[in-house]
């Protein structure tokens, strides 16, 4: 167990719809990660957060967005959701905000399908 | 083009045998990392290697990284049935973190 919850565990959607998934970080870390994994794209990283504020962008569509609250969960909101979009969506936090021997501890995932 | 290409993509093989595999890329970085993933479960790091030629050792996984940090590769000796995953590179390169595509272990017993 590593600690970073995330909710719910499997979502089943329509295209069209919007969800939110819900990421819980390991106490006393103030990063956060958003990553999709999908079979033929592999890990890819969509989105940070330190603190509450956004740090880094990567891959991240314009109908997806994030958030961090001030008690530092962070929210993925996914919206007008395609069949592409069904993937596994992981969140990991770290306790600093960057640098390369940054150890990021991942969630179990939330397995998003959109029929 | 990714920026981090792992091979094999598949390997599949006995309990015992020893196994080694690829982490590549065109570009020099300050660290490299590895993790495993299994089914069902987030990544989980194993090591990070910071110095060219570095190795290091965890139990029967020996991790190296190239001279010219633009490589490394992932050994294991005498492989388990426990060592299935996903083993993937990933680096650390202008404020995100890149994965490679990983290489799907399986170990028979």
């Known amino acids: 167990d590593s600690g970073v919850t995330q909710t719910p565990k499997h979502l089943i959607t329509a295209t069209g719809q919007r969800v939110t998934l819900r990421c819980s970080p390991r106490?006393?870390?103030?990063?956060v990660y958003w990553y999709q994994q999908s079979l033929d794209q592999g890990l890819q990283f969509l989105i940070q957060?330190?603190?509450?504020?956004?740090?880094a962008k990567g891959n991240i569509l314009e109908r997806f967005s994030a958030q961090q609250f001030p008690d530092l969960h962070s929210e993925l909101n996914l919206s007008s959701l395609e069949l592409g979009d069904s993937a596994l969506y992981f969140c990991?936090?770290?306790?600093?905000?960057?640098?390369?021997?940054?150890?990021?501890?991942f969630g179990p995932g939330t397995r998003l399908t959109v029929l | 083009t990714q920026l981090l290409e792992q091979s094999p993509q598949f390997l599949s093989i006995q309990e015992g045998e020893n196994l080694t595999v690829y982490c590549n890329s065109s570009?020099?970085?300050?660290?490299l990392q590895w993790y495993r993933q299994e089914p069902g479960e987030g990544p989980v790091l194993l090591v990070t290697?910071?110095?060219?030629?570095e190795v290091k050792k965890l139990k029967r996984l020996t991790f190296q990284f190239g001279d010219a940090r633009k490589d490394s590769s992932l050994h294991i000796t005498a492989a388990q049935p426990g060592d299935t995953g996903l083993y993937l590179c990933?680096?650390?390169?202008?404020?995100?973190?890149?994965f490679g595509s990983g290489t799907k272990l399986n170990v028979k017993p």
């Open positions: 990991a936090s770290s306790v600093v905000p960057s640098g390369s021997y940054n150890e990021q501890f």
């Open positions: 106490s006393g870390d103030l990063s």
């Open positions: 957060y330190y603190n509450g504020e956004e740090r």
């Open positions: 570009s020099v970085f300050s660290s």
């Open positions: 290697v910071v110095t060219g030629g």
């Open positions: 990933a680096v650390y390169n202008f404020n995100k973190f890149y």
